[in-house]
């Protein structure tokens, strides 16, 4: 018969075996509590860090190398060191794009009793810049083609601005003055009398013959690529929400019109003699064309006629206009002669056919779009 005595002294090396088991759970439970919550706290800290310095570069796009180092120093700022942070800009071929990549390993204090070191943690970010005051919108006069040049041929052609070219930028004639710097992707040819460039020709080559040509410096090296934005339906989403969307070709005749909200044309447009008012964007999905002579537009006001898919064509003598015409996919032509353009030319191609044509930009001339704004996207 087994005593009492050896009964209790069994269950009590049972109970010894069972407190241990429990310790050991208990010490996991506090491992995997203690570790791990100060692995979801580093990882919050890595996505804050991400976050911050995607949308921190995004303002420096479309300028890649910039915007990774502004990037860099926003996540250093907040705890990240630099062996940590990856970046990629253009991210997936966007050049409004930004993607950054904070990656840490992090150390276990009371998991390696269960045989767990550490951990990799990561956390990413890609931030956009939308808006339209960048890009080509920095320059008075822009051509966005690959493939065809951008000529300015005639006499006494002014310019108060930089001009861009994606290809190939030409001027030839007399009294051609540029106050600004010109960018050219391919190259720079100017040939004539009394041409003036009183910022830098940038290009991989500069070509000038003549005489009197004065630039202020030139740099050998290819400008960049620069995209032409897409903002219609942004645009045309507000034309029709305040009531001014329009199906089929449009005619302004002599008319006031007040462009405080977009304005959409699905069609053609054309105007004679018309006066804008207001700081908007007048939105035609084809062609937009200017006829008449001595037109005159509002002198406080800014107005961009942007053509969605379409030309844009000034023809007449004694015009001018305040605001910009916009033509990313088109042409923009200007035939004639005294035209003036208190504002920007930006367009896929641009033609000037006549002399004494002015343009002249000013910070009031980007009042009439979008603002520019950066935002996380994923």
Do not use: W
Request: proline residues 2%.
């Amino acid at each position: 018969m087994i005593s009492k005595y050896k009964l209790l002294k069994g269950e009590s090396g049972q109970s010894m075996v069972l407190f241990a088991l429990i310790f050991v759970i208990l010490c996991a439970g506090v491992a995997f509590a203690v570790d791990l919550g100060r692995v979801s706290l580093e990882r919050d800290q890595l996505q804050t860090a991400a976050d911050a310095a995607a949308l921190a570069g995004a303002q420096d796009l479309p300028s890649a190398a910039v915007a990774k180092s502004t990037a860099l120093k926003l996540a250093q700022q907040n705890g990240v060191l630099s062996s940590e942070i990856t970046s990629s800009a253009p991210y997936n071929g966007d050049s409004n794009e930004i993607k950054v990549v904070c990656t840490r390993t992090v150390d276990y204090t009371f998991a390696t009793v269960l045989g767990l070191h550490s951990t990799t943690i990561s956390a990413s970010s890609v931030a956009e810049k939308t808006g339209i005051n960048t890009g080509p919108f920095n320059y008075a006069l822009f051509s966005g083609s690959s493939s065809d040049i951008l000529a300015i041929y005639g006499s006494n052609q002014y310019i108060s601005g930089s001009v861009h070219a994606n290809y190939k930028f030409n001027m030839n004639g007399s009294s051609q003055n540029i106050m600004g710097s010109v960018e050219a992707v391919s190259g720079i040819t100017m040939y004539g009398s009394s041409i003036t460039v009183s910022g830098t020709c940038q290009a991989a080559s500069v070509t000038t013959s003549g005489s009197s040509i004065n630039i202020g410096s030139k740099v050998f090296s290819a400008a960049s690529v620069l995209d032409m934005p897409d903002f219609s339906d942004i645009l045309q989403a507000e034309a029709e929400a305040a009531g001014q969307s329009y199906i089929g070709n449009k005619t302004f005749n002599s008319s006031k019109v007040s462009v405080d909200s977009p304005i959409y044309v699905k069609g053609n447009l054309t105007v004679n003699g018309s006066d804008f008012t207001g700081k908007g964007v007048i939105l035609v999905s084809g062609n937009i064309t200017f006829n008449g002579s001595n037109l005159m537009y509002s002198s406080n006001d800014s107005v961009c006629f942007y053509s969605e898919s379409g030309n844009i064509t000034i023809n007449g003598s004694n015009i001018q206009l305040e605001g910009l015409v916009y033509a990313p996919n088109g042409t923009i032509m200007m035939n004639g002669s005294n035209q003036t353009i208190d504002g920007r030319v930006i367009g896929k191609v641009i033609n000037f056919n006549g002399c004494s044509i002015t343009i002249t930009s000013g910070e009031d001339d980007l009042d009439c779009l979008p603002k520019m704004t950066v935002k996380l996207v994923e």
